[in-house]
């Protein structure tokens, strides 16, 4: 009988047992509690939501909403779950967290083919398939395992990283492109700021409200080298009103074209993917809530109506540099045989880490059935994050969120403004997925 193994029991982990079982393969699901909980944890069962209860929009014409909708099309036990346990929440989808767990407990203990471990794991069961779902949270054991002895290069312990913004909301009105001392391409959109909207700036930043760190997240935040190296914006701020004027908003080099000088500051945002949809806010990591972000940067010029595909964040985080070491079917390009699922991949958010579950334990039961792998149409928000995971963009990997920034673009103008265009996407999406499906099921057929 064709068998995986899944190390962990979050959400990603049961996506990626229930498709395997689903598929005819023998699963052994590992999972550490209830005998030792992570600093995170409390509950004993599966798929425990630590942060909120809310996964967010349920519209199609948002991008987990749309990841969503792709995910119940392939049977998945999270949105299962979700439905069983909703509460209102407008147009988000929120649960009641117990209702929410203990449903997907229920379904993975009594499944067949599924069969239970209540063990750490410090590494892989050797001469098998595996699927690595451990978590942001992976124990010290199985973070220096899968570092050093399966040869992961790269591996984070503190994810901080500055917003990325949809650079169609950008006003390239105010905005320019320019690179410092035009030294190589004007790759950099700069927004151009004036005394008096720098200091305005500076004052709502100072005072804006952070973000309440949690116990593990000071635990990380002791390693002062890594702190320093990747210090909040806003903390760089409160040493003094000049400070950020001779670091991330130095306006030495930049020349505004249509004024001919230097502007009193300068926020430059950087290119994120080669085709140039979305943009980071060069040396904003910061620990601000998500609201305050919103509300503080959308006051740098150009930035008022820019919509955030990522918040900045600082905590920790276990994840690979994938690029380069993951497949589109979040494979090992080293040691195929083995696969990683959820945070520790780069997605980002719980629904994320589901779809990448369900796209890992799916591969892995096709290879333990001789199968030939199945990678997911980029113009689909699952191919697109295990597109963007696998490939990275243009600068350093950060984990990122769904957003239409990272699915391939339509190639053409849509008439009606973002929500008539964002229509567009998910209709492709959910095509290109029934197509996929039923290439899928012809090939069966023929075999």
Excluded at 265 to 281: D, F, H, I, P, T
Aim: aromatic share 10%; glycine share 8%.
């Amino acid at each position: 009988m064709a068998e995986i193994h899944v190390l962990g029991a979050g959400l990603a982990g049961c996506e990626a047992a229930w498709q395997a079982a689903h598929l005819g393969v023998t699963v052994y699901l590992y999972e550490m509690k209830p005998h030792k909980y992570s600093p995170a944890h409390h509950s004993p069962k599966m798929a425990e939501l630590v942060c909120s209860n809310s996964l967010r929009s349920d519209s199609v014409t948002n991008a987990v909403g749309l990841l969503k909708e792709e995910m119940r099309r392939c049977g998945s036990l999270i949105m299962e779950a979700a439905a069983v346990a909703k509460v209102p929440a407008g147009s988000a989808l929120a649960v009641d967290r117990e209702v929410f767990s203990s449903y997907i407990t229920e379904k993975i203990t009594n499944h067949p083919n599924i069969h239970l471990v209540d063990r750490e794991m410090s590494n892989i069961v050797t001469g098998a398939i595996n699927v690595i779902a451990t978590g942001p949270l992976t124990s010290d054991g199985m973070a220096a395992y899968i570092q050093d002895t399966l040869g992961c290069s790269g591996l984070h312990f503190f994810d901080a990283a500055a917003p990325i913004v949809d650079a169609a909301g950008i006003d390239m009105d105010i905005a320019y492109f320019a690179s410092r001392y035009d030294k190589g391409d004007a790759d950099y959109i700069n927004c151009p700021m004036t005394k008096e909207q720098y200091d305005a700036f500076y004052e709502a930043l100072i005072s804006a409200q952070e973000a309440p760190l949690k116990d593990f997240d000071r635990e990380s935040q002791k390693d002062l080298t890594v702190f320093e190296g990747c210090m909040p914006v806003e903390v760089m701020a409160r040493r003094g009103h000049d400070t950020l004027l001779y670091g991330p908003l130095k306006p030495v080099g930049l020349i505004d074209p249509r004024v001919g000088k230097e502007a009193y500051a300068v926020v430059q945002l950087r290119k994120e993917n080669k085709e140039g949809s979305m943009y980071n806010l060069v040396g904003f990591q910061t620990h601000l809530t998500f609201p305050e972000q919103r509300r503080v940067f959308r006051m740098i010029p150009g930035l008022e109506s820019a919509e955030f595909l990522r918040y900045g964040v600082m905590h920790r985080n276990t994840y690979l540099n994938s690029p380069g070491q993951l497949t589109p079917t979040y494979a090992m390009l080293s040691c195929p045989e083995i696969f990683f699922a959820g945070q520790m991949t780069g997605v980002e958010g719980y629904v994320e880490s589901a779809g990448s579950g369900l796209v890992a334990g799916r591969n892995a039961a096709y290879m333990a059935l001789g199968q030939a792998e199945r990678i997911f149409p980029k113009e689909t928000m699952l191919g697109a994050m295990a597109a963007y995971v696998s490939e990275g963009g243009t600068g350093k990997f950060v984990p990122m969120n769904a957003n239409f920034g990272i699915i391939p673009t339509l190639g053409y103008r849509v008439k009606g403004g973002k929500m008539a265009k964002y229509e567009k996407y998910a209709q492709r999406a959910l095509e290109a997925l029934d197509a996929f499906f039923a290439a899928d099921a012809a090939s069966e057929d023929r075999t």
